[in-house]
């Protein structure tokens, strides 16, 4: 069974860098097939999608949000991470790290944005 | 407002069926497969329904998908105070480039 999980800080300051890992348990990201995916949800919101990476390293990324996401991977670990530049309060939210469409999801990460 | 239009309610009774419409355009459901998540209060969403109309292994039966031109449904029977929690349409869009969901639909079992 395919286990995600998030780690990374709960608050960062506005103007920083958001920081998020994703480890996956229970497969392998550099086996292929799918991509792996962020999402995040605003309090009391709904859900949206910021991107996704495969193993090679090919990303897609929201255009809403494209000049200020960066989607990695490293396979040795198998991780991917998620970094969002010049935050604000609008990216205040619950981080999600899922697999492809979302068929496995991490429990999610709340990162606030405030000084 | 969300590219993918869901009712932001529904409710029923107990062994009623529910239905929750999920309405796109051509760029988006009418050309991309739909799935359906559902997100109990204060957990992650749960994939309930991909491909349209397929349940990942778990799901109960009592979970069905259709799709129909540019909209699709998910429909609960035999309805259970446990089934109580927002659901969420999602498809890719060709035009937006974007992986689009709906804006969720809170169900409440009555």
């Known amino acids: 069974q395919v286990q995600l999980q998030e780690s990374g800080p709960g608050l960062v300051k506005p103007s920083q860098t958001l920081s998020l890992t994703c480890t996956v348990s229970g497969g392998s990201i550099s086996s292929g097939g799918y991509y792996w995916s962020w999402i995040r949800q605003h309090p009391g919101k709904g859900l949206e999608w910021i991107g996704y990476i495969y193993y090679s390293g090919s990303t897609y990324y929201n255009p809403s949000l494209k000049s200020r996401v960066t989607i990695s991977v490293d396979t040795s670990k198998n991780q991917f991470s998620l970094k969002l530049s010049s935050v604000t309060a609008a990216d205040t939210a619950v981080y999600y790290c899922a697999r492809g469409h979302a068929d496995y999801w991490g429990q999610g990460t709340l990162v606030t944005v405030s000084s | 407002q969300s590219v993918l239009t869901q009712p932001p309610s529904a409710s029923g009774t107990p062994g009623q069926r529910v239905t929750i419409s999920c309405s796109g355009s051509?760029?988006?459901?009418?050309?991309?497969?739909v799935n359906w998540y559902q997100q109990l209060p204060g957990t992650a969403p749960k994939l309930l329904i991909y491909?349209?109309?397929q349940r990942p292994s778990g799901v109960p039966d009592r979970f069905s998908g259709s799709k129909s031109g540019t909209s699709a449904s998910l429909a609960i029977s035999g309805l259970q105070s446990e089934d109580e929690a927002d659901y969420y349409c999602a498809a890719w869009d060709d035009s937006l480039n974007v992986w689009v969901f709906g804006g969720g639909t809170k169900l409440t079992v009555l």
């Open positions: 491909s349209n109309n």
């Open positions: 051509s760029s988006n459901i009418g050309s991309n497969t």
